[in-house]
Nanobody, 120 residues
């Protein structure tokens, strides 16, 4: 089984909402910073949001005030609630884990990606 299992992508109209989910094993989840990244063709993968085991959250500038990341420690799952979606949010969204080492977080696992398409 893949370390990360994503779900929740799809097609939504501008102004709509979607929620992405990413589940992993407990041993990975409890020590990892969980994050969501997104990528469109020809562009670099960019941070959408991340949340540490202690609950510290970071958002990309383009999604602040519209997206909310959260983690359910009982379900080993991280969520990304996306509201007020616009066409620029169309991308493949990837779940990510990162492990803390010597003062920084380093990427460890990536999900398979889930497509989010915002279109009328």
């Amino acid at each position: 089984q893949a370390p990360l299992v994503e779900s929740g992508g799809g097609l939504v109209q501008p102004g709509g909402s979607l929620r992405l989910s990413c589940e992993t094993s407990g041993s990975i989840f409890k020590i990892s910073r969980m994050g969501w990244y997104r990528q469109t063709p020809g562009k670099e993968r960019e941070l959408v949001a991340s949340i540490t085991p202690g609950g510290s959250i970071n958002y990309g500038d383009s999604v602040k005030g519209r997206f909310t990341i959260s983690r359910d420690n009982a379900k080993n799952t991280v969520y990304l609630q996306m509201n007020s979606l616009n066409v620029e949010d169309t991308a493949v969204y990837y779940c990510n884990t990162a492990r803390y080492f010597s003062g920084a977080y380093y990427p460890e696992y990536w999900g398979q990606g889930t497509q989010v398409t915002v279109s009328s």
